[in-house]
């Protein structure tokens, strides 16, 4: 699809990844919608491009991507203010990271609501209007390589929402390019971001009861390495990616060969295909005539 002359709407947008893409999409003749649960961040963005005299290109949204009402109102103002978006950019995430003997029912609900639900949220509130106005589209959710690559125990409640999103992505795409919409699963590495500010995002709802807060104020001193990603390069990626309609986009090969080994393993594992065609008794039923 072209670029230019969209709407983006980009969660986590004003930090980090998000930002990066921001700052690409924009760079392509893009209109953006930023949205972020950090006012600070925000008006950090919104400065950012007014001293580029892109200001008028850039609106921005405080947003905590686990209230379903609040997305849905941020697709209304979305449109309202800058029409569509004709692309979905899901980022926002953060790292609930922590002994997984010390982990709580707090800690599993933060984890999942902001990094599978997020971008579910987003979908189920955007892709109506995406497929009303029938100018097709993409859609970008942020996984990581955590999701296919083995992980220890402490990235557990990480883990398992990636590899969610990497599965969500790849199991809409079949219904979502009927309206010439795109979409593709983002899988970054070490990227030069503010996640490990985690701590400081999360919601009052999530904070009473959780077993990870030690963990958080260690990870806040967490200092960003200078040989991590920038972020413009994986805006750069995903510019390419919303063009050619890549599925998948991966900014590190560092564990290629912890992935090929697990898939190889789960191949291994299956039993030879007997000569039956069972993806066709697995199909819902037809809708019974009137």
């Not at 919601?203 to 200078?226: M, N």
């Not at 990626?237 to 590190?252: F, P």
């Amino acid at each position: 699809m072209e670029i230019a002359g969209t709407t983006a709407f980009i969660t986590g947008g004003a930090s980090g990844i998000g930002f990066g893409i921001a700052q690409r999409l924009l760079a392509n003749g893009a209109k953006l919608v930023l949205a972020d649960i950090r006012q600070d961040h925000l008006d950090e963005a919104k400065q950012f491009f007014e001293e580029r005299q892109q200001g008028r290109m850039v609106h921005t949204i405080r947003l905590d991507v686990s209230d379903r009402e609040a997305m849905a109102e941020a697709a209304k103002e979305c449109e309202a203010v800058m029409g569509g978006p004709e692309i979905l950019v899901n980022n926002a995430g953060i790292d609930p990271s922590g002994p997984f003997e010390e982990a709580t029912y707090q800690d599993w609900d933060y984890g999942l609501n902001i990094n599978l639900m997020g971008p579910i949220n987003g979908i189920m509130a955007f892709s109506p209007g995406m497929r009303r106005r029938g100018k097709g589209g993409h859609i970008v959710n942020t996984a990581s390589l955590a999701g296919v690559t083995p992980m220890m125990s402490a990235m557990v409640i990480y883990a398992v929402a990636k590899a969610g999103v990497i599965t969500l992505t790849e199991s809409i795409r079949d219904t979502m390019e009927k309206d010439n919409i795109g979409v593709t699963v983002l899988m970054p590495g070490p990227i030069k971001s503010r996640i490990h500010e985690s701590g400081q995002n999360r919601p009052e709802r999530f904070r009473t009861g959780s077993g990870f807060k030690e963990y958080e104020d260690r990870l806040a001193t967490r200092v960003v390495s200078d040989d991590w990603m920038e972020p413009t390069e994986v805006g750069d990626m995903i510019v390419d990616a919303i063009i050619h309609n890549k599925l998948y986009v991966s900014t590190h090969g560092n564990w290629k060969q912890q992935v090929e080994d697990r898939f190889k393993a789960i191949i291994a594992s299956m039993p030879e295909a007997r000569p039956l065609d069972l993806s066709a008794s697995l199909s819902v039923p037809p809708k019974k005539a009137d």
